[in-house]
Nanobody, 116 residues
Framework: QVQLVESGGGLVQLGGSLRLSCAAS????????MGWYRQAPGKQRELVAE???????TYADSVKGRFTVSRDAAKSTVYLQMNSLKPEDTAVYYC??????????WGQGTQVTVSS
């Protein structure tokens, strides 16, 4: 089992920045990739960004060039640096980890609100 604890959400104005952090604990050695999903009201949860153990990063088209995912393997922490935020980025952001058997683990979620 893997436990994930997120921090760093909040309210920011259009064009502002936020940095999300997610610390993993438990069966950390089983993790193959970590990343972030988000869910806006009335919409499905979607992948925002992911980084694998090998450093391969994947981004949603809507955040490319604005968001950066990074990972501190030693601390089993994943970060999401969000710049040039837009109102459409408003959502609950969930930290995610997956293992070699494609079991998915989720954090509790952190609210990000971008005001115009």
């Amino acid at each position: 089992q893997v436990q994930l604890v997120e921090s760093g959400g909040g309210l920011v104005q259009l064009g502002g920045s936020l940095r999300l952090s997610c610390a993993a604990s438990g069966s950390i050695s089983s993790i193959n990739a970590m990343g972030w999903y988000r869910q806006a009201p009335g919409k499905q949860r979607e992948l925002v960004a992911e980084i694998t153990n090998g450093g391969i990063m994947t981004y949603a088209d809507s955040v490319k060039g604005r968001f950066t995912v990074s990972r501190d393997a030693a601390k089993s922490t994943v970060y999401l640096q969000m710049n040039s935020l837009k109102p459409e980025d408003t959502a609950v952001y969930y930290c995610n980890a997956r293992d070699a058997r494609f079991s998915y683990y989720w954090g509790q979620g952190t609210q990000v609100t971008v005001s115009s």
